[in-house]
């Protein structure tokens, strides 16, 4: 930089465009202070302890304009001293780096005004005590990272770090409020006790929302409050079964179809298998354990051409034991009733008739209304296609392959037991599954509401997971692959590795000193 030259304090530029280019403020010149060696009191194997870290200090001063008369009265002002404010900036050369940065200020002679006048530098927030940029940074890191992680490379408390996060997204609600959907996904997953409902672009596999509840008042509330124009542009709906739609999607979707999430309805004929296999357990006892190397469950849960050669052999030893044939044949139902969506790919009429044919091969239920119908779950889960039937079969009509994405995303919400944080607020878990992949600084610049939410990923639907596992309370950390001794940052509601100090690293904006 053509401006820095060396004086007796250190590097010092005098040239406020390149501070501008720099440091993000203006107008002002700088100074290179020095390195300052400090102790930071970091959460490590569960406790506040010490931690040495060096901090890059510099400082800047106004060189702008400063007025001679009062604003106000137009009367004569006089030097009123100046302010020095500690601001933190990105970091410098993978080194924590602060700004003490210096204003001017004005009294006004007038003894019935006495305005005070004070310069403001472009690029600070004042509030917060860091720069824009900074600012922006934390928010993009605190997306992707714990607070403590972030707070690591700003020499900040990771409480400081979780403010301006929390402070921010309060602020900039429109930049989490992304193009409606032509294809909406809606399901919900349970967290802290509650269901909230998880929003997804179907064809574009990008989270749309969250909201913090699933009850049917709430979801008619939320699309009441978003513009017809938006809602027009929505054609399907596609969700699970359980959520009373038809009429919010008539009221407030006026060109919606909904559709029955394919996943969601073949999962109940999992279900069907398991509690059959629960009765037929509970009545013989012990009796199939041994051939299952994995366990029953997880075999009977397996499609039929996944299974290996021991496994497709204890299948067939079920068969052959009267006491337990009634579990194959549960099996082969289960397998069949797959197959109407499988084998009938693009034909509505087919998958229609093959639910028929499906529904006319279950075993007739015992006369003798005394005895156990062992049937009855999948009996159950024929009557709950009658109920959707017009939805369930729905799917056929649209014109894209409406559940493959939401099957990928439900089946990663349960592969994936990553997590990061168990106590974020519902507002905090919302902004760091929604501000991924998002450019904040252009977000707030341009508005976000012209373009799809972020991409699913295993990552941010990790998130989410992370969410689901808190309506567990009593959860054992190493369960879900951390190391022994890994806690639960009581202020922050993070989980922290032991002995974790590492610092993130974040690219730095400006040139190193
Ligand atoms: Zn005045």
Same mark, same amino acid.
């Given at each position: ?23 993000g ?64 900036d990105t ?32 690029g600070?927030d004042?509030?917060r005590?860091i720069t824009t940029r900074a600012e922006y940074s934390i928010i993009e890191q605190s997306v ?6 972030v707070?690591?490379?700003y ?9 301006i996060f929390?402070?921010f997204?309060?602020?900039h609600?429109?930049i ?10 809606? !399901? /919900? ?16 596999? #990008?989270? +749309? %929302? $969250? ?98 050669? !021991? /496994? ?16 194959? #044949?549960? +099996? %082969? $139902? ?101 501000l991924?992949?998002v450019n904040i600084e252009k977000a707030i610049r ?9 991409? $699913? ?49 974040i690219?730095?904006k400006?040139?190193?000193?």
């Open positions: 930089m053509s401006a820095k030259s060396k004086d007796s304090g250190g590097i010092a530029i005098t040239d406020p465009e390149a501070v501008k280019e720099l440091f403020i203006y107008p002002a010149t700088a100074r290179f202070i020095g390195e300052k060696h400090e102790t930071n009191y970091r959460t490590i194997n569960g406790a506040k302890q010490p931690v040495e870290q060096t901090v890059k200090e510099f400082e800047a001063s106004y060189t702008g304009e400063e007025p001679t008369v009062c604003p106000k009265c137009g009367a004569k002002m006089f030097s009123h001293g100046s302010r020095k404010t500690m601001i933190c970091p410098n050369g993978g080194k924590a780096s602060r700004i003490y940065v210096s204003v001017p200020r004005r009294r006004c002679s007038n003894p019935e005004c006495h305005y005070i006048w004070k310069a403001e530098m472009e600070i004042d509030n005590k992707r990272n714990t607070f403590e992680e707070a690591r490379n020499a900040m408390t990771s409480v400081s770090v979780l403010n929390s402070d997204i309060a602020q609600k429109e989490m409020q992304f193009r409606m959907p032509e294809y909406l996904g809606i !399901d /919900e997953i349970k967290v802290n006790g509650q269901f909230i409902t998880v929003m997804t672009n179907l064809e574009k596999h #990008t989270m +749309y %929302d $969250l909201l913090e509840k699933r009850t049917q008042d709430f979801l008619e509330e939320h699309f009441a409050s978003l513009p017809l124009s938006e809602r027009e542009k929505v054609k399907w709906v596609c969700s699970d079964m359980y959520r009373p739609f038809k009429k919010p999607i008539g009221a407030y979707l006026p060109n919606a179809k909904w559709a029955i999430d394919h996943f969601h309805v073949v999962m109940k004929a999992n279900l069907a298998v398991d509690e059959i296999r629960k009765n037929i357990q509970n009545k013989y006892p012990g009796k199939t354990g041994a051939k299952f190397k994995h366990g029953p469950a997880y075999t009977l849960r397996k499609r039929l051409k996944d299974l290996d050669s !021991d /496994e497709a052999d204890a299948i067939r030893w079920m068969r052959d034991d009267p006491d337990l044939n009634p579990l194959a #044949t549960a +099996y %082969d $139902l289960k397998e069949d009733f797959f197959n109407i969506y499988d084998e009938n790919l693009s034909s509505k009429e087919n998958a229609q008739q093959a639910f028929a044919d499906w529904e006319a091969s279950l075993p007739p239920a015992p006369e003798d209304e005394s005895e156990k119908d062992i049937y009855a779950p999948f009996r159950e889960l024929a009557s709950t296609v009658h109920n959707f039937y017009d939805p369930i079969f729905n799917v056929w009509d649209c014109d894209i392959a409406i559940s493959n994405g939401y099957t990928e995303c439900s089946n990663r919400l349960t592969r994936e037991t990553h997590l990061r944080g168990r106590g974020y607020s519902f507002d905090r878990l919302r902004a760091k599954v929604l991924r992949n341009e508005g976000s509401s012209d373009y799809d939410g972020p991409v $699913l990923t295993e990552n941010n639907m990790s998130n989410l997971q992370y969410y689901e596992q808190t309506a567990n309370d009593g959860f054992d950390l190493t369960a879900q692959g951390y190391s022994p001794g890994a806690h639960i940052d009581p202020e922050t509601g993070e989980v922290i590795e032991p002995g974790s100090t590492e610092q993130l690293n690219t730095d400006k040139e190193s000193f």
